[in-house]
Structures are given as C-alpha cells and as structure tokens.
C-alpha cells in the first residue's frame, strides 16, 4: 500500500462535530434522548454499546439520512440540522444539507455500491457530478485510492465480482475520493466473513494513521477501537455512559454498564 | 369451391401486408408512448408534488378502470366536439393505446423502482449526488433492467389490443382482413393470413421476452 496520499482537508474550527440537546424518535420509540457531545477535528472516535442504544443513528443524523426532533447538530461550526435565517435557527433546506453534506462522507456495514457501475466509476461519480472535477482528474484520483486500499487493478471490475472485503475497500475509497473532512463508519466490518475483516481494518488503520480526517466510527471490533481511537464512548440506550481514552475504557472501565458489555462482547469472541 | 383459394390469397397479401404495417407502427408508436409517459406518472406519484402527484393518481385509476375501446370513442369523437382539437385516425390510436398502457407501465417502473434497495439511495445521499442524478445514474439504471420483460409484455398485449383501432376506422391488419373478405365474400383466407401474421410478430417477440426474463434472473 502507498504511504502519502494527500487526503487533505479541514480548515480548523474547535469542534468538528457537535450535538446540543438531540433527540431522536421512532415512532414510540425514543433512541436519542438530549445528547450532547463533541468531537475535536481530527479526533477519532469509536462509539460501542449494545445493538438498539443509538449509536447508528448518530451517524445516520450526521449524513443526514436522518432528521432530528429536537436539539441541533454542528459539523465544522455550521449548522447540520438547522440554518440561521435572520438570526433565527429555522430547519435546514436541501441547499444548505448538501453545502454541509460536502464535509462528511460515510461507508455503510453493507457496502451499497453502484451495482450498475465499475468499481472506477463508482468513485469518480460523485467528484465529478458533485465536485465538478475534471474526468481524468477524478480517475486520478480514483487510482491512487484504489492503490491505497490494495485495489489497483479492480478499478475496471464490477462489484458482483468482487468479494465483501473488497467491496468494502472500494466503498472507503469512494467515501476518500470526496476528500471528506468527516468520515462516518457504520460497522463497517459486520457483513464480512471473518477472514476478511483484517483487511479492511488495515486499510482504515492506515487512514486514521496518514490522513487528519475526523472519523467517527461504530464497531464491535474492540481491538481495531483500541488501536484507532483517542476517545471510546460507550453508549446504552440513547445517552453516554462513559467517555473515555481506549487504554482506559478497555482496561480499566469506571462504569458497571460498560464492565457488563465489554464483558459479553469479549465472551462472544 | 375450395377451402383454399391461392390465387385470391396472393391477391389480398398486398393490402394485408399494408395493414401489417400499420399494426406494427401503432404498437411501436404506442408503446413508446406508453414507456415515456409511465416513467412520467411513476415519477410524478413519487415525487409526491402537492395536486399534481394525487391528480396523477387519479388519472391513472380512471384510465386503468375503464375501457380501452371507450377512450379510443372519446379521443375520436368526443375531443373534437369539446376541444375542437382533430387529430388522424391513427394518431388517436397510438395517444389512446399509449396513455392507456402507460398506466401499466407506470406501476411496473414503481414495482422497479421500489426493489432498488434503500443503502443505494443512501450511499447516494452520502455522496451528495443530486437528485435528478441519482435518479439517471443509480436508480433507473438499476430498476428498468429488472422490468424490461415485463414491458416487453405489455408490447406484445398491445399488439393483440391494436385491431380495436379498427372501431375508430384504422385500417390496420384486422381491418384490411375483413375488408378484403367483405368484398370478396371470403373470409378463409384474409383471417387465416391475419392471425398468421400476429403470431409472427408475436411470437418471436414473446420467446425475446422469456430470454430476458431468464437474464434478469440470473442478476
């Protein structure tokens, strides 16, 4: 793999994302419940706890493939789910969510690439009809990734004929090619066959490693959360029970709630 | 005299050829009506447009629940009357078996559209493409290979549903059949070469169908 593709991004704001009071509701269901928190640029954070406690639906809020009910989200010091309309925060409108969309980028635990396009064209699709860049340019760029995620010689394959862990290489390199100042992780790792997973995880090491993206990233692979992250947030029915560095959430947990979960996940392997 | 008059078969074969071709034009004509404009109404209703999605929606359950033979009769004459608008025999076929399918259609690209999965809409919104691409480079591209046998179906219903042109004097293969029988008192032949020439148009037609569907399934 190459060492040093620029994936440059970010001028820097104090906190590249930030949720103030954010409530989320399915139906009767209430899955956020007045979250707070923030994230630094640059920062990378892991969020785990058990299935239903929230934790995808903050990414999902973040790409805005949700709304919010109540309380407002900021990425890079703009607002997400809002706009300042004469000193008023009114509900964000579709120009404003694509300006902001622009900073954030997210690969999904099932892959969702363009079935109907080669693995090339799946990355240069959105830096051109989005971007505005130049088709040689955004190929370019394409086939630097594509080297980056091990996949140089894919970049005409489809992705039926690709396995999972490939696929998944080449949706983390999609999600690049926007050069993303935000890069969401939503289990990214979860459909895969298990001697596929390493890979992928390779790859995102070394991103988290070489680039200043902010990733903020859902797993339950607590060695990948160890070795990645500054901060882990353990979350459990909406809110955070405990925030913490890696080497102290894993070792050492102040929460009873975070014992009992990394103690049945840990079993699980 | 004979079952089989060859001689008189040969006669007819010009005219019926004619009509021939006229059948062929107004399916061809009316199913790319009937395409175009059912993308258009599948769009619209999804689109969900205040009054134009639900007005959309109306037309389409009032055209589905009515006869094709009573659209064709209201096109032609009732139009005219209202409208002062006159169009061609044939024209009026093909808008009338056009519109009338494109309700078909229309569901069929909804049912096409509705099998994309959801992560493709998403991965697209993650990618900030907009909507009209999104539209032109994920989802229809996706959803119309899966239904293309299905629209192919609808062709070939179309073209056993094009002699009720006749009822609006198009003289199309069923019309030039029974005219050449009235005139000569024989209807052996014209029917007999008629119904011939609808199985070689459809027949080849439906086993291209049945391979499509076949390739479409292996996807």
């Known amino acids: ?269 | 005299m004979d079952l089989w008059n060859w001689p008189f078969a040969w006669q007819i074969l010009p005219g019926l050829l004619h009509g021939l071709l006229i059948t062929f034009e107004a399916t061809v004509l009316g199913s790319a009506l009937a395409y175009v404009l059912g993308l258009v109404f599948a769009l619209v209703r999804r689109a969900r447009v205040p009054v134009l999605s639900q007005a959309v929606w109306l037309f389409v359950e009032f055209i589905r629940s009515t006869p094709l033979l009573v659209q064709l009769y209201f096109l032609y004459f009732v139009f005219p009357a209202l409208f002062g608008i006159t169009l061609g025999s044939l024209t009026t076929g093909v808008i009338g078996l056009g519109v009338h399918y494109a309700t078909y259609t229309s569901e069929v690209y909804r049912a096409g559209i509705d099998a994309v999965p959801r992560g493709q809409w998403e991965a697209a919104t993650a990618l900030n493409l907009p909507r009209g691409r999104t539209w032109t480079s994920v989802i229809l591209p996706q959803a119309i290979p899966r239904v293309l046998p299905a629209l192919g179906n609808y062709m070939i219903s179309m073209l056993k549903e094009t002699p009720l042109l006749l009822s609006i004097g198009v003289l199309d293969l069923v019309g030039q059949a029974q005219a050449a029988g009235a005139a000569a008192y024989r209807y052996v032949e014209p029917f007999t070469l008629a119904g011939l020439f609808f199985l070689v148009l459809s027949y080849p037609a439906s086993v291209l169908v049945r391979r499509l569907e076949r390739r479409v399934r292996q996807h």
Request: charged content about 25%.
């Open chain 1, 1 to 269: 793999m190459s060492g040093n593709i620029d994936l440059t991004a970010a001028p820097r704001a104090e906190k590249m994302i930030q949720f103030d009071g954010v409530v989320k509701r399915f139906g009767e269901a209430t899955v956020l419940r007045g979250l707070d928190f923030h994230v630094k640029p640059g920062e990378h954070v892991t969020l785990i706890g058990p299935s239903g406690s929230g934790k995808t639906t903050i990414l999902r809020l973040l790409m805005t493939l949700e709304r919010v009910d109540q309380g407002t989200i900021q990425v890079g010091g703009d607002y997400l789910s809002h706009m300042n309309r004469g000193g008023k925060l009114v509900p964000a409108d579709e120009k404003h969510l694509r300006q902001v969309r622009n900073r954030i980028g997210m690969v999904f635990q099932q892959f969702n690439l363009f079935p109907n396009m080669n693995v090339l064209r799946n990355i240069t699709e959105a830096p051109i009809r989005v971007l505005g860049l130049a088709r040689d340019e955004a190929e370019q760029r394409a086939r630097d990734l594509l080297a980056m995620v091990g996949l140089a010689d894919k970049a005409d394959a489809h992705p039926s004929q690709l396995s999972g862990g490939q696929q998944q290489r080449v949706a983390i390199a999609r999600a690049l090619a926007m050069r993303p100042e935000v890069l969401l992780l939503d289990e990214v790792t979860s459909a895969l066959d298990p001697e596929l997973v390493a890979g992928v995880l390779n790859v995102l090491r070394e991103v988290a490693a070489n680039t200043d993206i902010t990733l903020l990233c859902v797993t339950h692979e607590m060695g990948f959360a160890r070795d990645v992250s500054d901060r882990v947030l353990m979350f459990d029915k909406g809110q955070i029970v405990e925030d913490a560095p890696p080497e102290k959430l894993f070792t050492d947990p102040a929460e009873q709630r975070t014992r009992e979960f990394l103690r049945a996940v840990i079993d699980r392997d």
